[in-house]
């Protein structure tokens, strides 16, 4: 079935930096839309970044522009995203997800998440 | 930067129709989707394409779209429908949620 596995989530200093994973099986990764989204604990959802098949096309929120670097491996069906210059309010847990509806569509399926805590 | 309003918080009786609603400009000339987040889970797609229900999801839940308001309702509402609701829509190249509405189902 469609999968997502995100791993790659822990500790970190304000300044530090992270690299978040997000395996995929039961589906055609290269074809597909991805994006990373984050929900601070307690708090709603949060669109993170987007990128498309090739890579070639890639959005973030302004929360992350300059700082976040999403990237994938077709080869590896793998998605990832590169943080850097964490901060305090960065703290969240990440979800990948796909959008089967090609681009700019909605969320499904979710993967389970992985908590990125930001911390001194 | 274009903003989704939900109502923090509704409650309804085992049974009864339960409606979420969520407004934006002009919503209704964009497409809205739903998710349910049910208590320590990830969120799951309930409805996309305004009114269109994912294989797997009961017919019970439904959704609509026009002007400024997309809506979600949830008729003979189960306890198991008791979860977190976020919509979503799309602008300028940004993926936009609501703020989550918490179903309580007494």
């Known amino acids: 079935q469609v999968q997502l596995v995100e791993s790659g989530g822990g500790l970190v200093k304000p300044g530090g930096s992270l690299r978040l994973s997000c395996a995929a099986s039961?589906?055609?990764?290269?074809?597909?839309?991805m994006s990373w989204i984050r929900q601070a604990p307690g708090k709603g959802l949060e669109w993170v970044s987007y990128?498309?098949?090739?890579?070639?096309?890639?959005y973030y929120a302004d929360s992350v522009k300059g700082r976040f670097i999403v990237s994938r491996d077709n080869a590896k069906n793998s998605l990832f995203l590169q943080m850097n210059s964490l901060r305090v309010e960065d703290t969240a847990v990440y979800y990948c997800a796909r959008d089967p509806n090609g681009a700019q569509g909605w969320f499904d399926p979710w993967g389970q998440g992985t908590l990125v805590t930001v911390s001194s | 930067s274009y903003v989704l309003s939900q109502p923090p918080s509704v409650s309804v009786s085992p049974g009864q129709t339960a409606t979420i609603t969520c407004s934006g400009d002009?919503?209704?000339?964009?497409y809205a989707w739903w998710y349910q987040q049910r208590s320590g889970l990830s969120p799951a797609l309930v409805i996309?394409?305004?009114?269109k229900r994912p294989s797997g999801i009961p017919e019970r839940f439904s959704g609509s779209n026009s002007g400024n308001t997309a809506t979600l309702t949830i008729s003979g509402t189960q306890a198991m429908d008791e979860a977190d609701y976020y919509c979503q829509a799309w602008d300028s190249n940004t993926a936009v949620f609501g703020g989550g509405t918490k179903l309580t189902v007494l």
């Open positions: 996309y394409h305004d009114s």
């Open positions: 002009k919503l209704g000339g964009r």
């Open positions: 039961g589906f055609t990764f290269s074809d597909s839309y």
């Open positions: 990128i498309s098949p090739s890579g070639t096309t890639i």
